[in-house]
């Protein structure tokens, strides 16, 4: 009795004491303060991440690019079939275990949890939230003077789907990922979706037996063991995500881009597993527009700015596709966050932007051009970011920018993160 | 006559944005009037032998041991009559290391033997060496260029007696066991930064054409080009010599 006396103060005090934490950091101007409010409470109440995870029908989703967009589109697929307050999500991009634990306290009761969980933090969650499903959206080089070797994070997915057994989620995978496909092999159950993207740069060797693989009428397949390009359950075609069985559903999203519709093709499959009604989670997912400040419209004086996120050669790749204005802004931070090497400018094809004019800002726009006049793309450097915001422009101006430039841009331009 | 940039392996050792090396020696002689194009050429393929300078970058430990094997059997002939004709290889981190007599990767104790292109020995180290660099360069023809660059490697580096070191460093690790960073021995010059070694190293492209060419270049008659060059080596220079932790505050 007393026991649970003292765990229901400590719970009591741990939430108290996290609230005022985020409400500081807020206040301070250092983003939603959702990370510094779940560190205060797992400080206090150490078991705190995993009592929330417990007794919960959670969804995860997790991979190097679309995590945060996707996790917003799976939400809203949720909430349009089981209403707003019977889900619980973590809206702002927190995706450690801080992260979680602060969105999972702001509605405990929640039935629902779809959580985006950070790569390495995904075995953890699956041992002691026992997901039902899981999407992995894909694997590929981000930040590598921080994180080396992307096969090392696949071993470690596999071998929590492996100790999960039966209670293994089902996991909803990107066929065109070798790394992922090897990933999610030991789940009991695999959706797999073709998201219409690109990028293999970063799967060259088979992750299960090291032999090069090959790429054949745009499906790869390895000669050394039995790994293979699966066929897809769901793929994207145009506008329409379609299922195998011949149904079509037409997306009509307002987040842009090619990839975003794979992420959507994703998040509709997961919804399917939850069993959620097609229909319902295609009505939920139009409703969503700018996860946390992606795609935002920011005001900068007299200047609208779109603000787009890229974080590594893949989202670079496939976000310079959905840059429309002419001038287009790049920003290059290096903090920690962007991983402080830029080498990754070399493997993101600028040459796709010729004819444009491109100013470049940040700490790094010497960097970046220096990578421009090699790839004979017309610019200019204004490094610091607000001066490069002055314009005038016509009309909306494109920006897109590395992590930490993101950030400082959302709070220049008065955008909300969640 | 074309001159042939040729990147092998840009699928095993590419992943620190080596290719950027191919693409500045490429525009460097094209904006001098000189054709110059850029092949990759990848395993199963085999290497061309009229390359003026050959390029193997960084990569992850399974495809070093991959790109290795390739390179021993006969498709991988091309490098080495290239080099005999007088073209110039350049091999950066992951190349670097596979040039050697041997090397050790990842976890295991298993000595992988290397090309033997250069005489040097690459074993694992306790910690990874990452972060900028900074150190001077001595070319085969004896002038020396300052170095700016961002290293990430876990394998230290003796050389031989058959081997020359590259540059002296300032600050950074190199090689990590003679205060150099890299080897020079023939017609290869192996080195520890990665990706933008060139784009931030203008006289080293240079350097590396006109060795390979035999003969000296005209100034680049790029104005703007080179006052960028020499505005991110100035900030590179600034920042690499200001900052205390070098691994994480170096940006």
């Not at chain 1, 037996?209 to 745009?218: E, P, V």
């Not at chain 1, 070399?346 to 491109?358: I, T």
Request: hydrophobic share 40%.
């Amino acid at each position: 009795m007393r026991a649970s006396i003292v765990d229901t103060i400590r719970r009591h005090l741990a939430f108290g004491l996290g609230n005022a934490a985020a409400w500081a950091s807020r206040i301070a101007g250092r983003g939603s303060g959702a990370s510094i409010k779940g560190m205060v409470m797992r400080k206090i109440y150490p078991e705190l991440f995993d009592r929330l995870l417990t007794g919960k029908r959670i969804a995860v989703v997790s991979g190097t690019n679309g995590k945060t967009t996707t996790t917003h589109l799976l939400s809203a697929a949720m909430r349009e079939a089981l209403g707003e307050s019977q889900v619980v999500t973590n809206p702002d991009g927190a995706n450690l275990r801080e992260g979680i634990t602060s969105a999972l306290s702001t509605n405990p009761s929640a039935p629902v949890a779809v959580l985006e969980v950070d790569e390495q933090v995904v075995p953890d969650v699956i041992a002691k939230g026992h997901p039902e499903t899981l999407i992995m959206l894909n694997f590929s080089r981000d930040q590598l003077d921080r994180h080396h070797e992307i096969n090392a994070l696949g071993k470690k997915w596999r071998r929590a789907l492996e100790q999960a057994g039966q209670n293994a989620p089902v996991v909803i995978a990107n066929v065109s990922d070798p790394l992922v496909a090897w990933s999610a092999a030991p789940a009991h159950k695999i959706v797999w979706v073709n998201l219409g993207t690109d990028w293999s740069a970063d799967s060259a060797l088979c992750p299960g037996c090291g032999a090069m693989l090959t790429h054949l009428d745009g499906r790869w397949d390895c000669p050394g063991c039995e790994l293979t390009e699966h066929p897809a359950d769901y793929w994207v075609d145009g506008d329409e995500v379609v299922a195998a069985d011949g149904r079509r559903w037409p997306l009509q999203l307002q987040v842009p881009g090619r990839f975003n519709r794979g992420n959507a093709a994703c998040a509709l499959a997961a919804a399917v597993e939850m069993g959620i009604d097609e229909n319902a989670a295609i009505t939920g997912m139009r409703r969503v527009e700018s996860p946390a400040g992606r795609f935002a419209i920011g005001v900068f004086g007299n200047t609208r700015a779109r603000l787009v996120l890229a974080k590594n050669p893949a989202g670079w790749a496939e976000s310079l596709l959905v840059m429309e204005s002419d001038p287009v802004i790049l920003a290059i931070d290096s903090l920690i966050a962007d991983g402080t090497d830029v080498s990754w400018m070399w493997d993101v094809e600028y040459e796709k932007l010729a004819g444009r004019r491109v100013i470049c800002t940040g700490p790094r726009a010497a960097d970046l051009a220096i990578r421009l006049s090699y790839a004979e793309v017309d610019h200019e450097v204004i490094p610091d970011i607000s001066e490069a915001l002055n314009g005038p422009f016509d009309g909306t101006v494109d920006v897109l920018a590395t992590y930490s430039a993101f950030l400082r841009l959302c709070r220049l331009g008065g955008i909300e993160l969640s | 006559m074309t001159h042939k940039i040729v990147i092998i392996y840009q699928s095993l050792l590419g992943i620190y944005g080596d290719a950027g090396n191919g693409k500045v020696l490429a525009k460097r002689l094209q904006w001098r009037g000189e054709p110059a194009e850029v092949v990759t050429v990848e395993p199963g393929q085999p290497v061309p032998s009229d390359g003026l300078v050959y390029l193997l970058g960084g990569g992850e430990d399974w495809a070093q041991v991959a790109a290795v094997k390739a390179l021993s059997a006969t498709e991988g002939d091309g490098l080495r009559t290239g080099l005999d004709r007088g073209a110039v290889l350049l091999a950066v981190c992951a190349g670097y290391q596979l040039c050697g007599r041997s090397f050790t990767v990842g976890d295991d104790e298993l000595v992988h033997p290397g090309l033997g292109l250069l005489d040097i020995e690459t074993r694992r180290g306790n910690e990874r060496a990452v972060g900028e660099v900074l150190s001077t360069g001595t070319l085969p023809d004896g002038s020396t260029t300052t170095i700016t660059g961002f290293e990430n490697h876990g394998g230290f580096t003796t050389l031989g007696s058959d081997a020359t070191p590259f540059a002296r460093i300032e600050i950074g690790v190199g090689n990590g066991t003679d205060g150099f960073d890299g080897a020079i021995q023939g017609r290869v010059l192996g080195t520890y930064p990665h990706g933008p070694l060139l784009p931030r190293n203008p006289e080293l492209a240079d350097g590396l054409l006109e060795w390979a060419l035999g003969r000296k270049l005209e100034a680049l008659p790029k104005q703007v080009v080179n006052a960028e060059h020499e505005t991110l080596r100035a900030q590179r220079f600034q920042v690499v010599r200001t900052t205390k932790n070098r691994a994480e505050q170096t940006r």
